[in-house]
């Protein structure tokens, strides 16, 4: 526009080195994969085209506000989701806060699963608590106990697979309970992603995904996305554009990258879960193990109605936390660390890091025993992973003789 071949060669070399340095290069051709816009600001052609693009309008102008590579990732896992629009943040649980702010205001109550993520619960007790919030944790695999909570509540809170005790809830019963008693229905679909349930199609009006999980699936990204229908994602946005938890473009480029795999990996890591839970349940040492694909699954009913898959994680409960960490430590493939859906396989004993917040009596009230070890099941060769587990389990044992 303002920058023609002929003004060039009279400007200063700064002058020239910054534009040059900033023209965005001319083609047709289009890129095979999503570009990573790094850029804060976008140009219009016009003062009025930003004036309008501001008002509300279609377009870029400032990256808090929308960014090309973050709404490309935002769009690709709202399609999957089956919602009409989505927004990415910067974690999991930007995408909490978020989502959440759009939805309760000082005066309301949150009806919870009580087996919620462990900073999702900080969240609610400490954080939205302090704004006159209030919520109320139930066991949501009890319908019942669910309706009994939601009369005057604004919400109903659930996760599809729980962290770490891998409970399924029925998400269109709960679903329609709540929408019956005039609450809102959000879920965290983290432990599941789109691929194994999609609970918007199940009447749910947000779901939020901490992308960091399987949708990204490498442990090199944090991401996180809101997905739903409008009027309410518009609530959603002007909390990210006023607060800020928005992606950073190669973090959005990451996850979008992974989304091309999400079904094979998906596939195979629950193949993997499989092979795994079944060789756990007719070994020695474990009081339980709990995956959603068993038959022996306290809901595996609902878990096989809900999920094209049992998914890549499994707990056992070895009882003490000192044989607990006896077995991660006996194991050779998984690295200690505290996250899960990786391409790597991972062991992380519950009590003492995802749920570290929880005091013993909520760990109890949560069903997290002191012996809970919970496995993101990798893409590794299934029999090294068989014979990991039981070098894990012999050093288990080795610790606390049974
Ligand atoms: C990890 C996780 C979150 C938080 O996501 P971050 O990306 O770490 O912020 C929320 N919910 C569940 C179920 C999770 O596993």
Request: with cysteine.
């Amino acid at each position: 526009m303002n920058d023609e071949p002929a003004d060039r060669a009279r400007r200063g070399f700064s002058s020239r080195a910054i534009l040059a340095a900033t023209r965005a290069p001319e083609m047709r051709q289009r890129p095979t994969a999503v570009p990573i816009y790094q850029s804060a600001t976008f140009a219009t052609d016009d003062a009025e085209e930003l004036a309008e693009i501001l008002a509300g309008g279609r377009g870029y102008t400032y990256a808090r506000i929308d960014n090309p590579t973050a709404a490309a990732m935002a769009a690709a896992v709202a399609e999957l989701e089956g919602a009409e629009s989505g927004f990415a943040f910067g974690s999991g649980m930007a995408a909490i806060h978020a989502a959440l702010l759009a939805t309760v205001r000082a005066g309301d109550r949150i009806v919870s699963t009580r087996a919620v993520y462990g900073s999702t619960r900080t969240f609610f007790d400490r954080m939205l608590a302090r704004l006159g919030v209030q919520t109320t944790y139930v066991d949501a695999t009890d319908v019942e106990a669910v309706g009994a909570a939601l009369p005057g509540a604004r919400l109903l809170y659930l996760e599809t697979i729980s962290n770490p005790t891998l409970v399924v809830v029925d998400v269109p019963t709960l679903v329609e309970r709540a929408h019956r008693a005039g609450a809102l229905a959000v879920v965290d679909n983290t432990f599941a992603s789109p691929y194994l349930c999609r609970p918007i199609e199940l009447g749910a009006d947000l779901v939020i995904e901490s992308a960091t999980k399987w949708l990204g699936g490498h442990s090199d990204v944090l991401a996180g996305v809101v997905s739903g229908g409008e009027p309410l994602m518009s609530e959603v946005r002007a909390v990210a554009v006023d607060t800020g938890g928005i992606i950073a473009p190669f973090s959005a480029f990451l996850v979008l990258r992974g989304i091309e795999t999400l079904a094979v990996r998906m596939d195979r890591h629950s193949a993997s879960a499989l092979t795994l839970a079944r060789h756990l349940e007719g070994v020695d040492g474990p009081r339980r193990v709990t995956y959603p694909g068993l038959a022996s699954h306290p809901q595996a009913t609902v878990a096989q109605r809900l999920l094209r898959a049992g998914g890549g994680m499994l707990a056992i409960d070895l009882v003490t936390r000192a044989a607990a960490l006896a077995f991660i430590d006996g194991l050779s493939i998984p690295d200690r660390t505290a996250s899960l859906g990786s391409v790597r396989t991972l062991a992380v004993h519950s009590a003492t890091t995802s749920h570290r917040q929880f005091d013993a009596a909520a760990l109890a009230a949560a069903g997290i025993s002191e012996g809970l070890v919970r496995f993101s099941v990798g893409l590794e060769d299934v029999e090294d992973l068989v014979a990991d587990v039981t070098a894990g389990l012999a050093a288990a044992r080795s610790v606390v003789p049974a």
